[in-house]
């Protein structure tokens, strides 16, 4: 019973520091990109930085409106590159709300954090010390090109979150 308390105090500690992290850097990213960068917050709209994120917005509101996944509908276009993460995104366009940047943006660091804790999970079927797969996490949730990733409005964090857990699972299972 001790050991599971101290497994599940390892656990909340880590979900925590990484939170806390992610809420840092995410932070001072939207900091940057509303205060420090007129110009491209001009240029981008206070949106994406890449225009296939908006492809995939589009792709994704006509999936929630029942007309499949097309840029037009009933214009057939193999546009996605990431179907998942389309689906992902057309769940957004039924939650209340007219800020689907800034839903996209909360999904991003979302998933940025259960990639943190995927790795933390990793780190400890690998055998590192609590202190290790702890830092191993809050660098993996912090690493500036996932945080920009994360705020692109791109598949990036779900395909890294869906990674990361992958690789713990195997490491889980092999040993």
């Given at each position: 019973?001790?050991?599971?308390?101290t497994?599940?105090?390892?656990?909340?500690?880590?979900?925590?520091?990484?939170?806390?992290?992610l809420?840092?850097?995410?932070?001072?990213?939207?900091?940057?990109?509303?205060?420090?960068?007129?110009?491209?917050?001009v240029?981008?709209?206070g949106?994406?930085?890449?225009?296939?994120?908006?492809?995939?917005?589009?792709?994704?509101?006509?999936?929630?409106?029942?007309h499949?996944?097309?840029?037009?509908?009933?214009?057939?276009?193999?546009?996605?590159?990431a179907?998942?993460w389309?689906?992902?995104?057309?769940?957004l366009?039924?939650l209340?709300?007219?800020?689907?940047?800034?839903?996209?943006?909360?999904?991003?660091?979302?998933?940025?954090w259960?990639?943190?804790?995927?790795?933390?999970?990793?780190?400890?079927?690998?055998r590192?010390?609590?202190?290790?797969?702890?830092?191993t996490?809050?660098?993996?949730?912090?690493t500036?090109?996932?945080?920009?990733?994360?705020?692109?409005?791109?598949?990036?964090?779900?395909?890294?979150?869906?990674?990361t857990?992958?690789?713990?699972?195997?490491?889980?299972?092999?040993?």
């Amino acid at each position: 019973m001790d050991g599971s308390r101290t497994l599940l105090r390892y656990w909340l500690t880590a979900a925590a520091v990484n939170a806390g992290g992610l809420l840092a850097v995410v932070g001072l990213f939207l900091w940057y990109e509303h205060s420090l960068a007129p110009a491209s917050r001009v240029a981008l709209g206070g949106g994406f930085p890449l225009d296939d994120a908006w492809i995939h917005l589009q792709l994704a509101r006509n999936l929630s409106l029942g007309h499949g996944m097309y840029f037009n509908p009933g214009d057939p276009v193999s546009a996605s590159s990431a179907p998942l993460w389309t689906m992902a995104l057309s769940v957004l366009h039924f939650l209340p709300g007219e800020e689907i940047v800034s839903m996209v943006k909360a999904l991003g660091a979302l998933l940025l954090w259960g990639s943190g804790m995927a790795a933390f999970g990793l780190a400890l079927a690998l055998r590192l010390p609590f202190g290790l797969a702890l830092l191993t996490s809050l660098i993996s949730t912090v690493t500036p090109r996932l945080v920009w990733g994360g705020m692109s409005g791109m598949e990036i964090p779900l395909y890294t979150l869906l990674s990361t857990a992958g690789i713990w699972l195997h490491a889980r299972s092999a040993g």
